[in-house]
């Protein structure tokens, strides 16, 4: 069956650190992959997709993301958090089998000074 | 810039009551979908619709909902006898192409639903 993991509830990064946000994914057919983000009383909205070409796909807001087929992977990293980056962050995956979209439990982020 | 529209954006109602929720997807979209998240779980997928019929659906989605596209802007979801689990945030989302095609989902910002 097709899940969608995101291994982290809550991270805490202080602003202007690193971030890394895991998602792994399982099923055996082609995924196209999304990171979504939800700022409080905000709909979701797309950071970056993965279809096909180059794993590391850069997306708004200086963020990226790169496939790792081996490892059925694909981690959300920012070089350097600012302030307003504190949100929620939902992966999401469409196999080619299907339209609908399958979505982790997400990640929320608490940026701190 | 275009954007779903969802109303109410919170509505509170009693076990047992009919309710509908309303989206207005994005003008030059083709494909619509309803996702419900749960307070502290994930976003989890109800149903798809496409040329005026749903396209698939999925375990949740069962006799108590439906949905319907009753003019050119609205799609509605409708739960008919609200159960106390059905409390839950509803996202509308609608797309140009379907998802493995390159489909972006461009979501409402939620309407909550409270079921006393």
């Known amino acids: 069956a097709q899940s969608v993991t995101q291994p982290d509830i809550h991270i805490t990064v202080s602003e202007g650190a690193s971030l890394e946000l895991r998602c792994n994914y399982s099923y055996g057919a082609t995924p196209y992959l999304f990171w979504y983000v939800q700022s409080p009383g905000q709909g979701l909205q797309l950071l970056l997709k993965?279809?096909?070409?180059?794993?590391l796909v850069q997306g708004i807001k200086g963020f990226e993301a790169e496939f790792k087929r081996s490892q059925s992977s694909f981690n959300l990293r920012k070089p350097s958090v600012h302030w307003s980056d504190a949100a929620e962050y939902f992966c999401a995956v469409v196999w080619d089998t299907g339209n609908q979209f399958y979505f982790g439990t997400g990640t929320s982020l608490t940026v701190i000074p | 810039e275009p954007e779903v529209t969802q109303t109410p954006s919170h509505q509170v109602t009693q076990m047992g009551q009919e309710v509908i929720l309303r989206c207005v997807p994005i003008?030059?979209?083709?494909?619509f979908y309803w996702y419900r998240q749960i307070l502290g779980q994930k976003v989890e997928f109800l149903v798809s619709?496409?040329?005026?019929?749903?396209?698939?659906k999925s375990e949740i989605f069962d006799d108590q909902f439906s949905v319907e596209r009753p003019d050119g802007s609205n799609f509605t979801l409708k739960i008919r006898s609200t159960k106390l689990e059905d409390s839950a945030m509803y996202f509308c989302a609608s797309s140009e192409e379907q998802g493995y095609v390159g489909g972006e989902l461009f979501f409402g910002e939620g309407s909550r639903l409270t079921v006393l």
């Open positions: 619709f496409y040329n005026n019929e749903i396209s698939e």
């Open positions: 003008s030059n979209h083709l494909y």
């Open positions: 993965y279809f096909s070409g180059d794993t």
